[in-house]
């Protein structure tokens, strides 16, 4: 295990909290072509309360990353409601949805995502830029402080390029925790890791959940899931179980 991610292997201990983060009631997801139809999500009921750590795993085209694009605000459902944090996010208008997610939500993708002109320290602080929140001085100094949290105090400097797989994601991470989010929420964090980095990359989600943060993934890397305290399984765009 690298330096940078030499975090004590652990089973993520399950939440003491039981009250709902996530609650999806009826959701159904229809992507139209033309005359074309498909629906991704055909009647999705999912609870899933706070302080949890969740992997959601099934067939590819299942539906597992709608209902994270769902849960995230990235898309809008059908029908149904999705209410996360008590607020009824199908029902904001598209600047109140962004307000939210940059607030309540840090997204993980699987290809990191950074700028390729930006150092690690400035993909960082991207959250804060676009909340304007405090100062350019305060919000490099939370950034500078999320990238010492995963690993990489040393390389606030880099650029993406300079940096490994597991290092760009570690960035990646840092940039989704720079709002202080209640929910970090991964579409295949891991996927695009050699197997060493990628338990590296889940013992620190795996130590975010610990200090309080609802975990969610997406993953095939069974596993991986079966380290989650429960697995969701999508299957022809219902839950198949949970």
């Avoid at 009921?45 to 849960?71: C, D, F, H, Q």
């Avoid at 001085?137 to 390029?161: C, I, M, Q, S, Y």
């Avoid at 597991?166 to 202080?180: K, S, T």
């Avoid at 890397?221 to 989650?228: K, N, Q, T, V």
Wanted: proline letters at 5%.
């Amino acid at each position: 295990m690298t330096p940078e991610g030499a975090l004590a292997l652990r089973q993520p201990a399950s939440p003491a909290r039981t009250r709902p983060l996530i609650e999806l009631a009826g959701v159904e997801k229809v992507y139209r072509n033309g005359k074309l139809e498909y629906a991704a999500l055909r009647g999705v009921y999912l609870s899933i309360p706070a302080g949890e750590m969740v992997a959601v795993v099934g067939p590819s085209g299942s539906g597992k990353t709608t209902i994270i694009n769902m849960i995230t605000g990235i898309d809008r459902p059908t029908a149904g409601t999705i209410t996360v944090g008590g607020q009824r996010i199908d029902a904001l208008g598209e600047e109140q949805l962004a307000s939210w997610r940059g607030e309540n939500v840090g997204i993980v993708f699987q290809f990191f995502q950074l700028l390729p002109t930006l150092t690690a320290l400035e993909n960082a602080a991207l959250p804060l830029d676009f909340a304007r929140r405090g100062s350019k001085r305060e919000r490099f100094e939370r950034a500078a402080h999320n990238l010492e949290l995963v690993g990489l105090a040393t390389k606030l400097d880099h650029l993406p390029a300079e940096l490994s797989g597991g290092e760009q994601q570690r960035v990646a991470i840092a940039r989704a925790l720079a709002c202080d989010p209640e929910l970090i929420v991964g579409d295949e964090p891991t996927g695009n890791l050699d197997t060493h980095t990628a338990a590296d990359m889940f013992e620190l989600l795996a130590r975010l959940n610990a200090e309080g943060k609802t975990v969610l993934y997406v993953t095939h890397d069974m596993s991986l899931a079966e380290r989650a305290h429960r697995r969701v399984t999508i299957r022809d765009g219902v839950v198949a179980g949970a």
